[in-house]
């Protein structure tokens, strides 16, 4: 636990650094323009065609008989564009997913790396491939699961569980690659991740429980309708902000996970310690 509580210390120091806040600026930016562009374009077109689709099966009936089960039978007046809103979360959680890995990661990568962990060899076993092929898949897994647990946000309780353990798998997927890319060569990359990955997917749970912190801008009903584009902006600019502080905790985690096993391994060679990596090291 100790070595997650330092890593998590480290982050939110390296979170206050004016550089680090500024590096939100830029994905969010395009974030919302992206989206501000593609809302104005088709999101009316959405709605359309799924109220329609509603009427034509008779799901308008289904729909108000599950809210009224759970007592929010307030919502059938607006389940189709709350339906609309929901389908395109995970959209825009790709678009700045993928905004963060290409644009801040690397700049997150530098400076964490120069300012504590600038003794560390760089032996680049990532690549860009690698970690956008990791981010692809790694989302479409979420996103099949995402939609396979969308009935579930119907149950408050249940979407504080389901939703900070999808982002957190997410999370650790993504972050964990990105984070070791660049210092660690292919082996080291393995091995650190398949020894630490109960506590890598610890932090992505609680990033994750963080990232979740957005969807409860979608739970005002009629409000958030009324409301959805400043709603949406201060959606992806939560998305953006928690992707920077969760690559920023991943990285001091993976690097200093990286700078102890070398350290191992400079031991074992001198014939000082037995080679034999825990998650304690």
Not at 230 to 239: E, H, P, R, S, T
Request: with cysteine; proline share 4%.
């Amino acid at each position: 636990m100790r070595p997650i509580l330092n890593a998590f210390g480290k982050a939110l120091l390296s979170q206050m650094h004016v550089r680090m806040l500024m590096l939100t600026v830029v994905p969010f930016i395009l974030s919302v323009a992206v989206w501000g562009f593609v809302l104005w374009l088709y999101l009316q077109r959405m709605i359309d065609w799924l109220q329609q689709w509603f009427v034509q099966n008779d799901a308008f009936s289904v729909a108000g008989g599950v809210l009224a089960i759970v007592g929010m039978g307030a919502l059938k007046a607006v389940v189709v564009p709350l339906l609309a809103m929901w389908v395109l979360l995970p959209l825009m959680i790709l678009t700045a997913l993928l905004f963060v890995g290409t644009m801040a990661m690397p700049v997150i990568v530098r400076h964490v790396g120069r300012r504590s962990y600038g003794e560390l060899e760089l032996r680049r076993g990532g690549t860009f491939a690698g970690s956008l092929w990791t981010s692809l898949s790694s989302f479409v897994v979420f996103l099949v699961l995402w939609l396979v647990t969308l009935p579930l946000s119907l149950f408050p309780p249940l979407t504080f569980v389901v939703q900070p353990l999808l982002w957190g798998w997410l999370t650790y997927r993504v972050m964990a690659y990105d984070a070791l890319a660049d210092h660690a060569d292919v082996e080291e990359r393995r091995i650190i991740l398949k020894t630490h990955r109960w506590r890598l997917l610890a932090i992505g749970i609680v990033t994750g429980a963080m990232g979740a912190a957005p969807t409860l801008l979608w739970l005002g009903g009629a409000l958030s309708v009324i409301f959805f584009p400043v709603l949406a902006a201060g959606a992806i600019w939560l998305y953006v902000l928690v992707f920077v502080f969760t690559g920023l905790w991943f990285q001091h985690y993976c690097l200093e996970a990286l700078r102890r096993w070398r350290a191992l391994q400079s031991a074992a060679a001198a014939g000082e310690a037995p080679l034999q990596l825990t998650e304690n090291d």
